[in-house]
Nanobody
Framework: EVHLVESGGGLVQSGGSLRLSCAAS?????????IGWLRQAPGKDREGASC????????YVFDSVKGRFTISSDNGANMFYLQMNSLKPEDTAVYYC???????????????????WGQGTQVTVSS
């Protein structure tokens, strides 16, 4: 039984900050796994925010959030985070954490399926 559970979402004013958390249980990720934060607004395609490799800590940040969002991990605790600063109304979405073996994030293949998904946490940024 594998679970990814997101938390930390909420309502924030434009320019504010939030930190999202993803807790993993029931599975020990190996060094070939990449953890990603994705987001989806109603009626829009799912898009990437940022990903991190468990093997070496290398991150990939998508252009829409570059310079504002930072992904991090606590591998021993199976905890993963997304620090979001300088939030904008266009950041409003449900945010998901996901995990799969290396290559899926930069290739943008999440719509083809990943090994594990969380249920998501809502982030709403007011004008």
């Amino acid at each position: 039984e594998v679970h990814l559970v997101e938390s930390g979402g909420g309502l924030v004013q434009s320019g504010g900050s939030l930190r999202l958390s993803c807790a993993a249980s029931g599975f020990s990720f190996d060094d070939d796994y990449v953890i990603g934060w994705l987001r989806q607004a109603p009626g829009k395609d799912r898009e990437g925010a940022s990903c991190i490799s468990l093997s070496d800590g290398v991150t990939y940040v998508f252009d829409s959030v570059k310079g504002r969002f930072t992904i991090s991990s606590d591998n021993g605790a199976n905890m993963f985070y997304l620090q979001m600063n300088s939030l904008k109304p266009e950041d409003t979405a449900v945010y998901y954490c996901a995990a799969d073996h290396w290559g899926w994030c930069e290739a943008r293949t999440w719509d083809k399926g990943v090994d594990y998904w969380g249920q998501g946490t809502q982030v709403t940024v007011s004008s």
